[in-house]
């Protein structure tokens, strides 16, 4: 049972650095089960995959209560605020709608090594052009009253993207948001705060098809993933945002191309 719980601990490392980093949590949650599989039913795993997601957008929760909390005795904080989760909402609708049509139709054809190393380098690619082309346009959203309801809908629209793993629900976002004339400071708070309803929903989708009946084992896995995930979140999180003040993403992109190529050698050289 410690050999396992040490697995779990690592896992909950790895989401919780990689479901804010624009780099894949999924992408990297089964590669990392590659070598250390934990020893669980593949249904289990599946659901584990998704619920320890949670642990990380509570992270988010905290994080940003102030901005995210609207009765704070200001009407005009709370009208702002009101807003922002109004445009949070609207930018839900696409991943929300299809990822509840698609859910089945994914996991069974698209979570493979082949998948994850493709999304990888290509949205590694895509960062690094887009980071270029950066260079030469002013953003045109530096806060979210410039966000309009359209723009949010259409950044929503790139989150659907993430629905095939290894693409990154962070990195959609931030590449659509980008694209649209967001500032890198908006992008990335705002897809911060697109992923509370979406991985909610996500989660409560996966209790739903799993069932309710978890052993005292699976119970503690999910605790303390969710825990450690929840940890590193906040680290995750705050790294991030101080980074993008002085970076741009053009790193991550050349993360995910080495990463996405390590992953071919090792499906066509060893396999899966």
């Known amino acids: 049972m410690l050999l396992e719980m040490l697995k779990v601990v690592l896992l909950g490392i790895v989401e919780g650095i990689t479901e804010w980093l624009p780099i894949s949590s999924t992408g990297h949650m089964l590669l990392v089960d590659e070598f250390i599989h934990l020893n669980m039913s593949d249904e289990f795993l599946e659901f584990f995959f998704v619920v320890i997601q949670l642990g990380a957008i509570l992270a988010v929760c905290i994080v940003f209560f102030w901005k995210l909390w609207p009765f704070q005795g200001s009407k005009k904080k709370e009208r702002q605020i009101l807003s922002l989760w109004s445009k949070v909402i609207v930018g839900c609708i696409p991943a929300g709608v299809l ?139 705050k790294f991030l945002l101080n980074y993008i003040k002085r970076n741009d993403f053009t790193a991550f992109g050349i993360y995910r191309i080495i990463l996405g190529a390590l992953v071919i050698l090792y499906g066509v050289c060893i396999g899966f």
């Open 99 to 237: 990822g509840i049509l698609l859910d089945d139709f994914l996991d069974a054809h698209f979570y493979n090594w082949q998948t994850i190393s493709f999304t990888l380098i290509f949205y590694g690619i895509l960062f690094i052009l887009v980071e270029k082309r950066q260079k030469r346009v002013e953003s045109s959203i530096d806060t979210f009253q410039d966000l309009t309801y359209r723009t949010a809908f259409f950044i929503g629209c790139f989150q659907v993207l993430s629905l095939i793993p290894g693409t990154s629900r962070s990195g959609a976002t931030i590449l659509g948001a980008l694209l649209l004339g967001s500032s890198r400071f908006i992008a990335t708070e705002y897809s911060f705060y697109l992923s509370i309803p979406v991985m909610f929903g996500a989660s409560f989708l996966k209790l739903l098809k799993f069932g309710f009946h978890f052993t005292g084992m699976e119970v503690a896995v999910l605790v303390v993933g969710m825990a450690v995930s929840f940890g590193v979140s906040i680290v995750a999180i």
